[in-house]
């Protein structure tokens, strides 16, 4: 839109439009992006117009991610109840329970790659999911990390030859920014707890009113 107002103004104009200090057309280009986003304009329309790719195909996507996470660390199955039974890439694939957490998982991950055009909604929707792995006995915050390749390799797969060079970067940029924010999250959640906890501790005790009918 804005390359055609100036299209518009330099044809109204003529000769006059030079003087009348009209942006050239070399000006126009992607709007910028937002400063706290590890992306210029153009990697992050790139990085939407793949995920479409991996969109219709989230199911498959994220059950890949998953036997990959496991295959690298099986010490994680001993973390969910419903499949931790599951010791074999068979059993995986085929499992009703693993494809429902999946896709979660990756429903998650594509409302946070659909928020990158409102940050400030990105960041309280990621922190959220973050701070509620708090609720999970014996999760460490270090285990976000262990999605970032299993999510990368996952991805390669199902994207084929579109999964160039320079696609392969874009998705690297976006998993550590995903992930970075699940543990800020994650960790404010406990600051949260400690603030609240040394607040309602320090609360000073109430005084009872002295009884007029005590012995003294």
């Not at 991610?65 to 931790?84: G, P, Q, R, V």
Request: net charge negative; proline share 5%.
């Amino acid at each position: 839109m804005g390359c055609e107002l100036t299209k518009l103004a330099s044809s109204s104009n003529g000769s006059n439009s030079k003087s009348n200090n009209m942006p050239s057309l070399d000006a126009c280009g992607p709007p910028p992006v937002d400063s706290r986003l590890p992306l210029t304009a153009k990697q992050k329309y790139t990085m939407v117009a793949s995920w479409k790719g991996i969109s219709r195909a989230m199911e498959t996507t994220g059950i890949t991610m998953f036997i990959k996470l496991f295959e690298e660390h099986a010490d994680l199955l001993n973390m969910f109840t419903k499949f931790k039974e599951l010791k074999t890439k068979e059993e995986q694939a085929t499992s009703e329970e693993l494809q429902e957490h999946a896709n979660k998982v990756m429903n998650t991950l594509d409302e946070g790659i659909r928020g990158l055009d409102d940050l400030d909604t990105f960041f309280e929707f990621i922190h959220q999911v973050g701070a509620s792995h708090r609720r999970i006995p014996g999760f460490k915050q270090e285990y976000f990390w262990r999605i970032e390749e299993p999510f990368l390799s996952a991805v390669s797969t199902t994207l084929g030859d579109r999964y160039t060079q320079n696609v392969e970067g874009i998705y690297k940029l976006t998993i550590k920014f995903i992930i970075e924010t699940l543990v800020a999250g994650y960790e404010a959640s406990a600051n949260n707890n400690v603030d609240n906890t040394t607040t309602s501790s320090s609360k000073p005790a109430t005084k009872l009113p002295d009884d007029p009918n005590r012995a003294s």
